[in-house]
Every structure is written in C-alpha cells, then in structure tokens.
Antibody, heavy 120, light 107 residues
Framework: QVQLQESGPGLVEPSGTLSLTCIVS?????????WSWIRQLPGQGLDWLGEIYHTGLTHYQPSLRSRLTISFDMATNSFSLTLKSVTATDTAVYYCARGNGRQWLARDSWGQGALVTVSS | DIQLTQSPSSLSASIGDSVSITCRASQGISSYLAWYQQKPGKAPTLLIYSASTLQSGVPPRFSGSGSGTDFTLTISSLQPEDFATYYC?????????FGQGTRLEIK
C-alpha cells in the first residue's frame, strides 16, 4: 500500500522560500505515475500546483510557474516542492499526492498534509 | 483552463436519503473526471475515477456517471460518515482543476 508523507518547515518568512518534501513508501518514484502537489488555502477548496513524472517531465500551475519548482530524488524515493518569494497568501495546507497512471490520473493516494504559515 | 462548476455548493440531507451532486466542465474532458471526499482536518480520499469507476474499498452506495461535460456523483442511503465536502477534479488537460466543492450537511 502506497503511503506519502510531507515534511518541511511549518513557518516561512515573507519573501522567503517554502520547501517541502514528500517521502513515498510502497511504490517507486520511478513508476508510471505522476507525483503531485496540491494546496488548500484556509477554508477554501483544492488547488493543483504542479506535478512531475519519473522522466523529469513537469507541469505547473501557470500562475505559479515563475516561483515554483518540483523535483525528485530517486535515491530517497521522494519528490519536493520549492516555492520562492512567498507571501501570506501562500499560507495553506500543502498535500502531496499520486496521480495514478492506471486510474485515469486520479489522485489515489495523498499525504496527510502539511500546514505552512507565511508570517514574520 | 477547464472550469469545473459543482452544484449545489451546499446540501442538507438526512440519514438514509439519496443525494446527487453535479459537476459541469467548461469543455469536454472525456471521462477524465474523479470525485473525492474530504472531512475536516483530513486529506481528500478518492471515491470515483474515470467518471464512474468505484475506487477499491469505497462502499457501493457511491456511484458516478457522465462523460464529456456533465457528471454526477450519487450517494444512496446516506450514512453518518458521508457528511463531508465533495470535490470533482479533471485530469484531461493541464492545468488540472478541481470544482469548488459541495458541502453535505446533516439536516
């Protein structure tokens, strides 16, 4: 059974960089799935941020493309999110999820979520 | 971007009722439509993928239908654990998008 776990600082200063890592167990990053980041602003719905395939191919939310980088580390079977120049509007719960290539790219497994607050 | 519009935004129902939530896409998405349930403070969980395929372990009282632009999630015989927020999501085109959510409350 695949499991995903987010890790990273819960507090980031404005204009700083938000970095999160998602450790995957029970599946390989090198499989035919997409590895996604999704966030949820306080009291709001779900927003897809971007995702990466094992070939290194990435797709990003256009509005975040200039600030966002998603990468993976095969050695640790993990993938990461880096969001630069953050503001208070980036305060959210950040989820990592697997887009299952055999299930029409549905997000079939999710991490528990990591609350990141942008504040000084 | 493909916009997904869910209706209603909120819904009140009683235990044992049957309810339906619709999701309309701003352009055709074939059957690349998934439904998720989210409870407060928890990550979403997948209910339905490819518009109508029940995810393993999900009770059969959940069902999905539709293709193209119009989709429906139906929950028959509501149970206490079904009161939650439901989202649709398309993965036919980038950027991937979600509906705004439908909050299902106990009447």
């Amino acid at each position: 059974q695949v499991q995903l776990q987010e890790s990273g600082p819960g507090l980031v200063e404005p204009s700083g960089t938000l970095s999160l890592t998602c450790i995957v167990s029970g599946d390989s990053i090198n499989s035919h799935h997409w590895w996604s980041w999704i966030r949820q602003l306080p009291g709001q719905g779900l927003d897809w941020l971007g995702e990466i395939y094992h070939t290194g191919l990435t797709h990003y939310q256009p509005s975040l493309r200039s600030r966002l980088t998603i990468s993976f580390d095969m050695a640790t079977n993990s993938f990461s999110l880096t969001l630069k120049s953050v503001t208070a509007t980036d305060t959210a719960v950040y989820y990592c999820a697997r887009g299952n290539g055999r299930q029409w790219l549905a997000r079939d497994s999710w991490g528990q979520g990591a609350l990141v607050t942008v504040s000084s | 971007d493909i916009q997904l519009t869910q209706s209603p935004s909120s819904l009140s129902a009683s235990i044992g009722d049957s309810v339906s939530i619709t999701c309309r896409a701003s352009q055709g998405i074939s059957s690349y439509l998934a439904w998720y349930q989210q409870k407060p403070g928890k990550a979403p969980t997948l209910l339905i993928y490819s518009a109508s395929t029940l995810q393993s372990g999900v009770p059969p009282r959940f069902s999905g239908s539709g293709s193209g632009t119009d989709f429906t999630l139906t929950i028959s015989s509501l149970q206490p654990e079904d009161f939650a927020t439901y989202y649709c999501q398309q993965s036919n085109n980038y950027p991937i998008t979600f509906g705004q959510g439908t909050r299902l409350e106990i009447k």
